[in-house]
């Protein structure tokens, strides 16, 4: 009995072993399973660092996918919004579900988060002196026409996070967006406006909830989006893509002196096959890989346009060679420990 009990032992403890080994590098581009076995939802996402542990946060993508009709100048496929996801992690290889951060609106209709409504490209900082986790995302309407900006707030890192409103930060469009928080405690909301011909990036009130009347146009009539902002040796990084909806296109980084510095258009940081689509996909996030200095992770999203859920994430090592960020294909590979 006790010799069959072992064995059972042994053979569970194998298994969880194997399972865990499945996990232990990232895969561009395959389906990523969270802890439980579950592929993660967390698109058009963003990563907070806070108290040794990462949370992702996304978009969650769930259900059909559907062509908005009336909508014919471009391909405006959607699903339902289904909120906002969040995952927790130590080592960047495993997930952690800790549940929806930002539930949808499912009865309200006039409400920014009702499910008819989009709900995209999540980004969360911590605010040092409210000790809140701040939330901004893109709120819309199905045809895009509404280009708001929405901000909730939580006590917690992992939520639940409570819907304030949203805005057009000084009467300006806002669509694409992410977040930017400086050593200094500033931080910035930087977007695509002006029907996504011009990048904006606005300096927040001090607990992060507002857009305050400083802000600056940057990368003027270049007709940018998903826009990914990073530090390295105090100078700033912004890598952006084309507006080509879904589908994928050539990535370039911009560089300055300060985020409302001159923003200088310069390369294409990705290189090898499939550089000039992006490795087929979209920027949306570069995080800083804790306490290493020159190892950050390109996060980025590859659309599949008729069918949303199915979107995978295009996760690669970003490093800076001769000054310049560059990035490249990896099949499989491991963050720097
Ligand atoms: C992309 C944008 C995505 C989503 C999509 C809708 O250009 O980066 O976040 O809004 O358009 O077509």
């Known amino acids: 009995m006790k010799k069959r009990f072992l064995l059972l032992g042994l053979l569970s403890a194998s298994f969880l072993f194997l399972h865990a080994q499945q996990n232990a590098m990232i895969r561009p581009g395959e389906i990523w399973k969270d802890i439980d076995g579950n592929p993660i939802n967390a698109h058009g996402g963003g990563v907070l660092f806070h108290n040794n542990t990462y949370y992702w946060f996304g978009e969650i993508k769930k259900g059909k996918t559907w062509r908005v009709p009336g909508v014919t100048s471009w391909e405006d496929y959607r699903v339902d919004a289904s909120g906002i996801s969040c995952y927790s992690s130590k080592d960047l290889l495993h997930w952690k579900y800790e549940g929806?951060?930002?539930?949808?609106?499912?009865?309200?209709?006039?409400?920014?988060?009702?499910?008819?409504?989009?709900?995209?490209?999540?980004?969360?900082?911590?605010?040092?002196?409210?000790?809140?986790?701040?939330?901004?995302?893109?709120?819309?309407?199905?045809?895009?026409?509404?280009?708001?900006a929405g901000v909730a707030i939580s006590d917690k890192p992992e939520g639940p996070y409570r819907y304030l409103g949203s805005e057009q930060p000084n009467g300006q469009m806002s669509r694409d967006m992410t977040l930017f928080k400086d050593d200094d405690g500033k931080a910035y909301h930087i977007y695509s406006s002006e029907s996504n011909q011009t990048m904006h990036i606005c300096l927040l009130s001090d607990d992060y909830l507002k857009p305050t009347a400083t802000y600056k146009r940057i990368l003027v009539n270049a007709n940018r989006e998903a826009p990914a902002l990073f530090k390295y040796k105090g100078k700033y990084y912004l890598i952006t893509s084309l507006c080509t909806g879904w589908d994928p296109n050539k990535a370039l980084y911009a560089e300055a002196d300060h985020p409302l510095g001159e923003w200088k258009q310069l390369d294409n940081p990705c290189v090898g096959p499939d550089a000039d689509i992006t490795y087929h996909a979209q920027s949306t996030y570069v995080l800083p890989v804790e306490g290493k200095n020159n190892s950050f992770i390109f996060m980025a999203d590859r659309w599949n346009k008729t069918d949303l859920e199915d979107s995978r994430y295009i996760w690669l090592p970003l490093v800076f060679k001769d000054n310049k960020p560059v990035i490249e294909w990896k099949d499989q590979w491991t963050p720097a420990k």
């Open 100 to 148: 929806i951060a930002l539930s949808p609106d499912k009865k309200n209709s006039t409400s920014d988060i009702h499910y008819t409504k989009v709900i995209e490209r999540p980004k969360v900082i911590y605010n040092d002196k409210t000790k809140k986790f701040v939330m901004w995302m893109h709120i819309d309407k199905d045809d895009y026409g509404y280009a708001h």
